[in-house]
């Protein structure tokens, strides 16, 4: 070999071997950066409930294939929080509650725009319960909402009104959690509104998006996720969690 061969072929090698040194070097910290999780997180598993499962009044599509996730994922957390909808008879987002109102049209009530829907989560229903194979047994703590006639409640912390507390908020500080991870049902209404106001409350809020479904009503699941990164919420996958 010359030695004008023998420089090119070095040249070339050695940068094969820096690339392969560099895909090594790129796996290391991709491996660093997953996230851990250690007593000032929680996850809170949103509304996986009958009712929002495919066959149910509110059925978010394939809705049902998340809850073997949510069941993983929860073991990697030491502080669990689930939610419930959990609607007296009539309640004002029901459609069934405005005469000539269908399911999906709005209509404005006292606290602002309603998107109003099918019933659902009627309090002591079958839909209300949480999904046979959610298994979490180191929840904490079920937060149920919505139980207010007049008004709805999609977040787990603030009902639609804008100022009625559920209470989550001070549960969590209580006991020194500042970091809250969003999942479940639907991502661009309660998941949503759950990490907006979790973020809006002082908490870093992270939305698992793997991890939920959306109904995606005129654009909703977009303008969702929209609003949360302007607020600043994380999005990631489950992966990302060590």
């Not at 998107?115 to 937060?143: F, N, S």
């Not at 049902?185 to 809020?205: E, I, N, R, S």
Request: charged content about 20%.
């Amino acid at each position: 070999m010359e030695n004008g061969q023998r420089r090119e072929f070095l040249k070339r090698a050695g940068g094969v071997m820096l690339a392969a040194g560099m895909g090594a070097n790129a796996a290391r910290v991709f491996a660093q950066s997953k996230i851990k999780l250690g007593p000032k997180d929680a996850l809170i598993v949103v509304d996986v409930q009958n009712c929002f499962i495919p066959g149910g009044s509110l059925a978010v599509a394939k809705g049902d294939e998340i809850v073997p996730l949510i069941n993983t994922l929860a073991k990697s957390f030491q502080n669990v929080v689930l939610t419930q909808d959990w609607h007296t008879p009539g309640h004002i987002s029901f459609a069934s509650s405005h005469p000539g109102k269908k399911p999906f049209e709005s209509m404005k009530l006292a606290y602002g725009n309603q998107i109003l829907w099918p019933d659902h989560c009627v309090q002591g229903t079958d839909g209300a319960k949480l999904h046979k194979d959610l298994a979490i047994p180191t929840a904490q703590l079920v937060i149920r909402k919505g139980y207010h006639k007049d008004v709805d409640s999609y977040s787990a912390f603030i009902e639609a009104d804008g100022r009625t507390k559920t209470g989550l908020d001070g549960y969590l500080k209580g006991r020194d959690i500042n970091s809250v991870y969003v999942c479940g049902l639907a991502t661009d209404f309660c998941v949503a509104w759950t990490a907006l106001d979790a973020h809006k409350l002082g908490f870093a809020a992270t939305v698992i998006e793997d991890a939920c479904r959306g109904i995606d009503t005129q654009g909703s699941l977009a303008a969702a996720w929209d609003k949360m990164k302007k607020a600043g919420v994380r999005r990631i996958q489950s992966d990302a969690i060590a």
